[in-house]
DNA sequence: TGTACATCAGTGAACGCGCGTTCACTGATGTAC
DNA sequence: TGTACATCAGTGAACGCGCGTTCACTGATGTAC
């Protein structure tokens, strides 16, 4: 749906390009996905976008003002997989939770350079605020699909855990391939998911 | 009981150190620690080993060798922190496994920026093979752990997808800070540990 | 035990590279009147 | 509608930095005899 963007765009004049936060953005997507997080520099994603190298500068905070928009477009993108896998057949609260479950691994597998950078943030920096508000909507959304699964009375951060603890992980382990090279079966996962919660804690 | 090591060791006469390639290693340890993955660097190990920064070149093939040799490092502590909190407690197979498990854990935290490296690898490096010698003992040491819970004619690798993505999903979450900055409970993930393999499968 | 010599490990200077950042500039845009 | 002017976004040259790598070198070690 974003195909036919417009790339480049040497169209206009030389100076005002009018777009250029949003294409330095796309242009830092492309690069990560071609050469990972270590390709993530503002003269690189400059010159993708057709600038000058020192035009970012009007527009981020140096470097890390430009990853973390990068990495806010990643959140972005990985709540809309989510909402999207989700919305996909029966509207279960148990479906609902192995949808919200599939869009996560399908965000990681189509564009594994922006999960490796969504998640590559700890919680250490400076920038944690910034990022605290780009993530949080998609965390809700995880948060949300586990809510019907909580035993009355008890802390939700439990169930919570053990879902997004067994998602994360297995799609950690398939971007680093530490499932060898052949196939990758889903089910055990989404299988082991059916149990979490389901009956009243022994 | 490293710790008598012997650090910086001026005291020998300028040439012919005698334990560079490990005094190497082991700088790079401290450098992966302090700054991260990025200050992993030829020259910041030959610093901080005492020794000009062509030194290297003799022990390792480029950065990458370097990279690689630490790695191998990581993935050697990584398996003796498994089997020395497995041997902990009564050795039922159960309780192997959540000792494995709890060294996994202990692991991750006592050495993040180990624990980042050895899995920062991709499957499409030309190292893969020298990684896969160096980190096959340690997965074997998960696998090990997990094959009295696979059922008569299962593929083991339901099971071993199960534990690892679970444990290892939660160990990620931790060390990029993503359960808030307070408390990180063990407990729901090592109780649904539990329940893996504990039921012939519905 | 002593000498000659090959080998090897570390030195220090030098190289080119890509990076982030600064700076004076310039041309386009938008606004006041 | 037209003119003057402030503002803003992008330019291109320059800077210093840390990096990996190369290279002739040199001093220590180990071996042959």
């Known amino acids: 749906m974003h195909s036919g963007e417009m790339t480049k765009q040497k169209d206009k004049s030389k100076h005002h390009h009018g777009n250029l936060r949003e294409a330095l953005v796309e242009a830092g997507v492309e690069l990560l996905t071609e050469g990972g997080i270590p390709a993530l520099t503002l003269r690189k994603c400059a010159a993708k976008a057709g600038v000058s190298h020192a035009a970012p500068a009007h527009h981020f905070d140096g470097v890390e003002g430009l990853r973390a928009a990068i990495a806010g ?37 189509q564009e594994p350079a922006l999960f490796d950078l969504i998640f590559s943030f700890r919680a250490n920096s400076k920038l944690i605020g910034d990022l605290a508000t780009s993530s949080a909507p998609s965390y809700q959304v995880l948060r949300d699909a586990c809510a019907p699964f909580v035993p009355e009375g008890t802390d939700p951060v439990v169930i919570e855990t053990q879902v997004w603890s067994l998602i994360h992980g297995y799609a950690q382990l398939i971007l680093t391939g530490r499932f060898g090279a052949g196939s990758t079966p889903d089910e055990p996962v989404l299988a082991l998911l059916d149990q979490i919660g389901a009956r009243p804690a022994p």
Chains 1, 2 share one sequence.
Do not use: S, V
């Open 73 to 109: 477009e990643g959140f972005r993108r990985f709540r809309l997989a989510m909402l999207n896998a989700a919305d996909k057949g029966p509207q279960t609260p148990r479906n609902r939770l192995k949808g919200i479950c599939r869009g996560y691994l399908d965000f990681a597998r």
